[in-house]
């Protein structure tokens, strides 16, 4: 089958029930933020507990991705997939009736483990429903799902929350779940086998400095960028005074412009190479950190700074999946699942951060924070450099 041969209708349809898992999934793993108010209202807890609930479900995942693939990735992709939604939505609900912090700690823990098991595996069963040469139009159509999670999912949430409260959106999220686990039973056909990941193999990548390095690219961006997004409702309540409905308008400033920092970073990559995009982005993020400081109360400054953060972190999160790639395509595999636990292990890092830092030094502490996690993130990416083949500016 050639390149240019569309996708079959019905691959199409199971493509789309795929991107669908990914929305729910991500919106799900983050509403805790646009909600963040909402969660302490109902459960009367502080907002550094609720943003414990990022942290909790952001730990979580970091260690149960690999871990699942090396005990049971051996199972057909579908059914993996199956039993994430399955666990998600019936953790969403368990946390919607949620009688205190401890159980809704259990929640979040479980919805952790059910994404663990969710995301890792959507783009290798996409790819796995189609010939080699209609597999990168594959993985693109369900990481789709992803890309518009950020534009809807998130100020849904936000005003899921602020219209139904915290219960009736965690709720929807388990409604949600479900209904697409039925999809896809339906719609995604069986057949595209699992693939164990070896434990040594895992370890062997862990212990090499310039891998390790590398990942830690991933954590300190993600960390630095959550020490202050988890808390942008109540920077938004506490330091510009917006109303609770503004927060879906934040929350839709955000994805907007990561939709076209996406669209940039697509066409940029084939001229520039994934460091010189890090690099960039980084350096743009930081030079927006003074501009969101200098901002406050006043909203208008606000939306422009919080549009170049979102484009800045949608060069900084494709870029640094290129990189991974690039650095030995051939173990590609483990290599992004490693790289999606680091991720989500720096959320979790960062929600925390933010938890402690917030209440005693509030947005500036939270601002100086970022700022040095991308300091970080600069002096992993130069280690991880050195020594390394450069790569020509190909898209990954």
Not at 46 to 71: C, E, I, K, N, W
Not at 77 to 91: D, I, K, N, P, Y
Not at 116 to 128: D, E, K, N, R, T
Not at 298 to 325: C, E, K, M, N, Y
């Amino acid at each position: 089958m050639a390149a240019a041969d569309p996708i079959a209708p019905a691959t199409t349809r199971a493509l789309r029930v795929l991107a669908l898992a990914y929305f729910v999934q991500a919106t799900g793993a983050l509403s805790v933020v646009g909600a963040l108010a909402a969660i302490s209202a109902e459960w009367g807890l502080s907002d550094a507990l609720s943003a414990s609930l990022v942290s909790v479900f952001g730990v979580t995942f970091a260690l149960a991705a690999p871990t699942l693939q090396v005990l049971l990735g051996h199972l057909e992709r579908r059914r993996q997939v199956l039993l994430g939604l399955t666990l998600f939505s019936a953790a969403a609900l368990l946390l919607a009736a949620a009688p205190g912090y401890e159980v809704m700690l259990v929640a979040r823990v479980l919805m952790g483990l059910g994404a663990a098991f969710i995301g890792p595996v959507l783009g290798a069963l996409g790819s796995g429903l189609v010939p080699a040469a209609q597999q990168g139009s594959a993985i693109a159509m369900v990481l789709l799902g992803l890309s518009v999670a950020g534009l809807v999912g998130m100020p849904l949430s936000a005003w899921l929350a602020h219209v139904a409260g915290a219960r009736g959106l965690f709720l929807a999220v388990a409604i949600a779940g479900a209904l697409t686990a039925l999809l896809v039973r339906a719609w995604v056909p069986q057949g595209v086998a699992g693939q164990r990941v070896r434990a040594a193999d895992l370890l062997a990548m862990l212990v090499q400095p310039r891998w390790i390095s590398g990942f830690l690219v991933a954590f300190f961006m993600s960390a630095s960028v959550y020490t202050t997004y988890t808390f942008l409702v109540p920077i938004l309540r506490d330091v510009f005074h917006a109303e609770p409905s503004l927060v879906s308008v934040a929350l839709a400033v955000l994805g907007v412009a990561g939709i076209l920092g996406n669209l940039v970073v697509t066409r940029a990559a084939r001229r520039y190479s994934s460091e010189r995009m890090l690099i960039a982005g980084m350096l743009l993020l930081a030079l927006d950190l003074p501009l969101l400081w200098l901002a406050a109360p006043h909203l208008t400054p606000l939306w422009v700074g919080l549009a170049l953060w979102a484009f800045a972190t949608d060069l900084l999160w494709p870029s640094q999946q290129r990189r991974i790639v690039e650095m030995d395509p051939a173990l590609r595999g483990l290599s992004l699942s490693l790289t999606a636990s680091f991720v989500f292990l720096g959320i979790g890092a960062g929600a925390a951060a933010g938890g402690v830092i917030y209440p005693h030094w509030g947005y500036a502490g939270l601002l100086l924070t970022t700022l040095g996690g991308l300091v970080l993130a600069a002096l992993s990416l130069a280690v991880s450099s050195v020594g390394a083949p450069r790569p020509g500016a190909q898209p990954a």
